[in-house]
């Protein structure tokens, strides 16, 4: 901003220099070139009245000594004409040739006639004054004319000329200067508070809250000042708000979850008291309080994940994988579905600790609560390469984390409002929360990737996590390779896992009808 602010200001000093200079040189040197014409005019009209007294009393040879003398004065050259048109006397002795086609001049012509004349020739390029040249009649009785021709040097009106312009050079050089410098002061007031105010913007757009716009409050232009006060308050009232929030978020869901779990814990110790026509209703209340339980875990997940600015770390897609794989599958072994791993492998991936983790969990819960018993539940990894294959594109943009379930599927604006938060699908499974798809979405944003619902081979939903890259540095292999390569949909299989006693703990689970 510096930068153009001092070329603008430059860039109108320089074009008032030039509307300003450039016309008072143009008018200088045309006022030197009539004073150097009015001056061989003088010296013209003077010879010519010496040489009619001269050539009258037949004196030439002093009329050949001023002639002399008035052309080493003023530097230049003299001729006098006869009426005949021949040259009488030259201030350049002897004569130099050609001065017998110098009578057919247009000035020496006029001047045998009887009229003054001066002949100016500039010349073609830049418009200089390359011979200057005056002429006079010399009466010599009635309508006899002779002629005298001055020739004045050019040199002298060209250093004149020359000279104004290096001046006017020099006083635009200076005043230039001045203006950048007074102009380079100017920016830096000027820009400074902008730039702080843009370094405070950022940082506040990164997460930083306390950023505030201190010395833009207090130096610059009044906008710019006001400007910086206007977003100071803002970003205050941001903070305050956010963290109103998330207070608010944390404390009433650590707060809500002691007094479930003992609601939990009574539902459970009435069980063996209730008769057998009560049971659908306790039941049914301990599904509500497991969903109610849930929606709490998820209500302060989403408060964690903003309650500090998390940094991307690499994360082996292939290893929690199938480590997810391992403790899901008793999980699906109970409902009588079955959980398998594709052939592919993703590497490391960029993401928030603990993120693909919990993304796992809550794709796999959402997808067992739409399985049928004998589904297959297909979880996949995958690096799609670009199309075009050049030094640039090699590189996948893309590492993905698949879950196919074989589920009814989702209509298109099902979909589209499935990361909205505690919205559910008419005729949706009871259970969900209407936390987790939301929560998946944030954790994949938040570890630069994104989450899409897509329609599988199937007719289910493939839900795809794509998350950025972390380019290879070695051909190693990752743990749990081995258990991993299991085909689909040709082979598909489950991972053998030690069956869980007791009832499984229940993921952090998604929603979806």
């Not at 017998?100 to 001049?105: D, H, I, T, V």
């Not at 500039?122 to 040249?133: D, F, H, N, Q, Y």
């Not at 803002?234 to 009433?252: D, I, N, P, S, V």
Request: proline letters at 7%; aromatic letters at 4%; hydrophobic letters at 45%.
């Amino acid at each position: 901003m510096t930068r153009r602010l001092l070329l603008s200001h430059l860039t109108v000093a320089l074009l008032v220099l030039l509307c300003l200079e450039v016309p008072l040189g143009i008018v200088y040197g045309r006022a030197e070139q009539q004073r150097a014409t009015r001056a061989a005019e003088d010296e013209a009209e003077s010879l010519a009245a010496y040489a009619a007294v001269s050539l009258g009393g037949g004196r030439t040879a002093a009329l050949a000594g001023r002639v002399a003398h008035c052309a080493e004065r003023i530097g230049g050259e003299v001729y006098v004409f006869g009426p005949d048109g021949r040259l009488t006397v030259s201030s350049r002795s002897p004569a130099p040739a050609g001065t017998g086609g110098m009578a057919g001049r247009p000035e020496v012509r006029s001047a045998l006639r009887g009229r003054a004349a001066t002949h100016v020739r500039t010349s073609p390029l830049g418009g200089g004054v390359r011979e200057l040249a005056a002429a006079a009649p010399v009466p010599l009785g009635a309508s006899r004319f002779g002629a005298v021709r001055v020739t004045f040097p050019t040199g002298t009106l060209h250093r004149r000329v020359q000279g104004v312009w290096l001046t006017l050079g020099g006083v635009g050089l200076v005043a230039l200067t001045a203006v950048a410098g007074v102009a380079f002061r100017l920016a830096r007031w000027t820009s400074r508070p902008v730039r702080e105010l843009e370094r405070a913007t950022a940082r506040l757009a990164e997460g930083d809250l306390s950023a505030r716009a201190t010395l833009a409050t207090s130096t610059g232009p009044p906008e710019v000042r006001r400007l910086a006060v206007t977003f100071n308050e803002t970003a205050a009232r941001l903070e305050h708000l956010l963290e109103a929030q998330r207070a608010f978020a944390g404390e009433a869901s650590h707060q809500l979850k002691t007094p479930l779990a003992a609601l939990r814990l009574r539902l459970d110790n009435l069980e063996p008291d209730v008769a057998a026509h009560a049971r659908g209703g306790l039941t049914a209340a301990m599904t509500e309080t497991e969903r109610l339980a849930r929606m709490v875990e998820g209500l302060l997940a989403m408060a964690r994940l903003d309650e500090k600015a998390v940094t991307r770390v690499p994360v082996d897609l292939d290893r929690v994988a199938v480590d997810r794989v391992r403790t899901w599958t008793p999980v699906f072994e109970e409902r009588g579905c079955r959980l398998a791993l594709g052939v592919e492998h993703a590497g490391q991936a960029l993401a928030v600790p603990g993120a693909v983790e919990q993304i796992l969990d809550n794709l796999l819960s959402n997808a067992l609560r739409v399985s049928a018993p004998g589904a297959v539940v297909l979880v996949d990894r995958r690096l799609p390469r670009p199309a075009r294959r050049g030094a640039r594109e090699h590189r996948p943009q893309w590492a993905e984390l698949h879950v196919v379930d074989e589920g009814p599927g989702m209509p298109p604006e099902h979909r589209e409002r499935a990361f909205d938060r505690f919205w559910r699908a008419p005729g949706a499974t009871e259970g969900g929360s209407g936390l987790g798809l939301p929560l998946v979405q944030r954790l994949a944003v938040a570890s630069g990737g994104h989450v899409a619902l897509e329609v599988a081979a199937r007719g289910g939903i493939d839900a795809v996590v794509r998350l950025p890259p972390v380019p290879a540095r070695g051909a190693g292999t990752t743990a749990g390779r081995a258990e991993s390569l299991i085909p689909w949909p040709a082979r598909r299989a489950v991972l053998p896992v030690p069956r869980l006693r007791g009832r499984p703990p229940h993921p952090r689970p998604a929603r979806r009808s």
